[in-house]
């Protein structure tokens, strides 16, 4: 069965930290996508960032960029600079194209101090 | 574009009464899910639609739930009766290529 974990439930830095959040997945598909989702206390689910498998180099945008270890199946989202506006929980995400639904983790709350 | 675009954004409602939740998904989107949030359980996939057919409805929790799609444009969640176990987040999410989802900003159902 594919799995996706995030061991940390709760993470909490300074503003203007970095700051990173893992995952680990498990499946045995080769062609797959992962995602991190991001929700905060407005509750819109809102995709952060999407690493498709087959592509080494690892997704950025902006502040937010992966470490994607395919042999390790592991996924985690790395935010530079910290604002307070990343106060949210974060979900990772995983799903193949032959299958339409995503495998979610639980989730991690991520709160920014000022 | 606005969006996938939900209403209510909170419902608040009696044991017994019946609930709709309306969902209009992005322009050109093929696929539409309905998705529960809660504490205890995240987020559940309750439905799953391609152009407009169910696909897969094993998620809904049981007969009292029931999703339509009449068009391309327009989907609803419906619990009849409701109870206060259904009390959640209902998010409807469309896809596009590459398995992206985008969710509309959710109704909170509370049921008294």
Not at chain 2, 49 to 61: E, L, T
């Amino acid at each position: 069965a594919q799995t996706v974990t995030q061991s940390q439930p709760e993470m909490s830095v300074q503003e203007a930290e970095t700051v990173t959040l893992s995952c680990t997945y498990d499946t045995s598909e080769n062609n797959y996508y992962l995602f991190w989702y991001k929700q905060p206390p407005s509750r819109q689910m809102i995709l952060v960032i999407r690493q498709e498998a087959y592509k080494q180099q690892n997704a950025t945008e902006n502040r937010f960029s992966v470490n994607f270890q395919k042999a390790a199946k592991s996924f985690s989202l790395k935010i530079s600079d910290s604002q307070l506006g990343d106060t949210a929980m974060y979900f990772c995400a995983f799903g193949v194209d032959s299958n339409y639904q995503l495998i979610w983790g639980a989730g991690t709350k991520l709160i920014i101090k000022p | 574009d606005a969006g996938v675009i939900q209403s209510p954004r909170h419902e608040v409602t009696e044991m017994g009464q019946e609930v709709t939740l309306r969902c209009k998904p992005i322009s050109g989107h093929n696929s539409l899910f309905w998705y529960r949030q809660t504490m205890m359980r995240g987020l559940e996939l309750l439905i799953y639609f391609n152009n407009n057919v169910p696909i897969d409805d094993s998620g809904m929790p049981e007969d009292r739930f029931s999703a339509k799609m009449p068009n391309a444009s327009f989907s609803t969640l419906k619990i009849q009766p409701s109870e206060p176990r259904d009390s959640a987040v209902y998010f409807c999410a469309s896809q596009s290529g590459g398995g992206k989802l985008f969710f509309g900003s959710g109704t909170q159902l509370s049921v008294l």
